[in-house]
T-cell receptor
C-alpha cells in the first residue's frame, strides 16, 4: 500500500523568503505525485504533478516541486513567498484505481 | 472555480438519520471520487466511479454507499449516522486517465448533533 508523510505540521516563513514544504512517499511501481492547496472553507486546488520526466516540476502560482527518487521525496518550493500563500498544503500519491493517498497536510504561514 | 459542484454546502442532522450528498463533476469528466476529511483521520479516499461503474473502494463504511448516474452526477448516501461521521465530504472528478489530476469541489460539511 502507498503512503505519504509530511513531517512538518506547520512551516513559518517571512514574506519574500523562499519556502519549502516537505513530502516523502512510499509506493510500489512508478510514483504519480501531486501537490494540492486548501484555503479555508474551500476544496483542494491542484498545484502541480509529477508523472515522469524532469525532476523539477513547475506548477501554478509560482510553485515548483523537486522529485528525488533515491530519497523518495517530492518537496514543494517557491522562491519568494507571499502572504496570500498562507494555506494548508497536501502532498498525494496515486495508487491503484487512481485513488489518491494524502499526507496529513502542512500549514504554511507567511508573515509580512 | 474547479467546475465541480457539491450540494448542499452544509448539512446538520441527528444521530441515526440518513443523508444524501450530491456531486456534479466537471463537464467531460467521467470519473468521480469521494473523500472524507476529518480532524482525526485526515483526508481519506472513500470510493470511485467511472462512467457509472464502481472502480475502486477505500475506507468506506458499510453504512455508506454511492452511485453515479447516466448523466455522470454522483450521490453519496450516509445512513445510521453517528457522531463520528461529522466531517467534510469532498467530491473530485477527472477525465479518467491515471496521470490526470483530480479537481475538487468545495465540499459538504456534515454535522451530526
Amino acid at each position: 500500500a502507498q503512503s505519504v508523510a509530511q513531517p512538518e505540521d506547520q512551516v513559518n516563513v517571512a514574506e519574500g523568503n523562499p519556502l519549502t514544504v516537505k513530502c516523502t512517499y512510499s509506493v510500489s511501481g512508478n510514483p504519480y505525485l501531486f501537490w494540492y492547496v486548501q484555503y479555508p472553507n474551500r476544496g483542494l486546488q491542484f498545484l502541480l504533478k509529477y508523472i515522469t520526466g524532469d525532476n523539477l516540476v513547475k506548477g501554478s502560482y509560482g510553485f515548483e516541486a523537486e522529485f528525488n527518487k533515491s530519497q523518495t521525496s517530492f518537496h514543494l518550493k517557491k522562491p519568494s513567498a507571499l502572504v496570500s500563500d498562507s494555506a494548508l498544503y497536501f502532498c498525494a500519491v496515486r495508487g491503484a484505481g487512481n485513488m489518491l493517498t494524502f499526507g496529513g497536510g502542512t500549514r504554511l504561514m507567511v508573515k509580512p | 472555480d474547479s467546475g465541480v459542484t457539491q450540494t448542499p454546502k452544509h448539512l446538520i442532522t441527528a444521530t441515526g438519520q440518513r443523508v444524501t450528498l450530491r456531486c456534479s463533476p466537471r463537464s467531460g469528466d467521467l470519473s468521480v471520487y469521494w473523500y472524507q476529511q476529518s480532524l482525526d483521520q485526515g483526508l481519506q479516499f472513500l470510493i470511485q466511479y467511472y462512467n457509472g461503474e464502481e472502480r475502486a473502494k477505500g475506507n468506506i463504511l458499510e453504512r455508506f454507499s454511492a452511485q453515479q448516474f447516466p448523466d455522470l452526477h454522483s450521490e453519496l448516501n450516509l445512513s445510521s449516522l453517528e457522531l463520528g461521521d461529522s466531517a467534510l465530504y469532498f467530491c473530485a472528478s477527472s477525465p479518467g486517465g491515471s496521470n490526470q489530476p483530480q479537481h475538487f469541489g468545495d465540499g459538504t460539511r456534515l454535522s451530526i448533533l
